[in-house]
């Protein structure tokens, strides 16, 4: 049987952070606190797109606001960072990050009088054996399949036929990511009417969100090989493929946020709206409706998901075509599809998949 798409697909495997705060003022205490995962809060990614939510509200209502940065990557610093934030007065702390769902699950009962926005995550017990979302706690999760969807779908329209996505680690949300844009890149293939082999897709997990030379070495390869455009999922990992990037005139499609300010190779991004729920959520604990206990899901039917078509550089793609397929995924008109198999490929793809191990 004849398809359309050909993925290859290459599978493979934090960065403690430094010891860190950032003050509004000397002294005092702070009502609003967020405590960073990986990275700082200027990572023009997810740190960053959080922090700016909670910095939006902050600034307009004249709220104190401070940010955490955990020693290392583990519980016992994010909590420690955590404690250090309910100390120094914090009614609400975000945690962006599923490296936080431990954390919160045991904070939320320590904490009881504090609440808490968790983003991108569902609280859990280290061994997973309980799942619990307080009531001083609220889940912040997104249809990243469907932002996936729109990049790979943009991609093959704007006339990318030879795609790369480069993902950090293998988690839910970095995996839904390049599912949907697999998907997305077929959705558009098959309307396109292409030719069975049209579309190739490289697929890589680099095992961290660090920016590294072998990332780097990597994503240039690909582009050597005539990839055109490389959906870079990972944190700082889409440093390093930015930067092969600019040394072969090559594109990159950002992600978490509106990354076309890092490089003149960002053609667009596949965003959540960090900002936008972060402050929703700050927003509904100040009115008196905080929506503890519940994890919520910003997706296309709420503009929780998206592609920044005022910054994108398209050349064929167009705001039309973009609000037309963008109506599709929020209508329910292309429902969600997140079947995955056991090792986190997509499975429900209508595509030949070769899975090709890495040489290292």
Known sequence: ?????????????????????????????????????????????????????????????????????????????????????????????????????????????????????????????????EFKTGKNTVGVNYAEDQAGFLAGYAAVKDGSRKLGFVGGMAVPAVVRFGYGFVQGAEYAAKELGLASGSITINYHYTGAFAATPEAQTLAASWFNSGVDVIFACGGAVGNSVMAAAEQAGKKVIGVDVDQSGESPTVITSAMKGLQVSVYDCIADYYNGKFPGGLTLVFAADNKGVGLPMQSSKFKNFSQADYDSIFNKLATGSIPRMDNLDSNGSPSVVPVTISRVTEVR
């Open 1 to 129: 049987m004849k398809k359309t798409l050909l993925v290859l697909l290459t599978l493979f495997v934090l960065l403690p952070g430094c010891s860190k705060q950032q003050n509004q003022k000397s002294k005092g205490t702070f009502d609003l606190a967020l405590v960073t995962d990986l990275g700082t809060i200027d990572d023009k990614s997810f740190n960053q797109g959080s922090w700016e939510g909670l910095v939006q509200y902050a600034k307009e209502k004249g709220i104190s606001h401070k940010y955490y940065q955990p020693a290392e990557q583990s519980n016992d610093a994010y909590l420690t960072a955590i404690d250090l934030a309910v100390r120094g007065g914090a009614k609400v702390v975000v945690t962006p990050g599923f490296l936080f769902e431990t954390p919160v699950f045991i904070a939320q009962d320590r904490y009881p009088n504090v609440n808490f926005i968790l983003v991108d995550g569902v609280p859990h017990s280290a061994d997973y054996s």
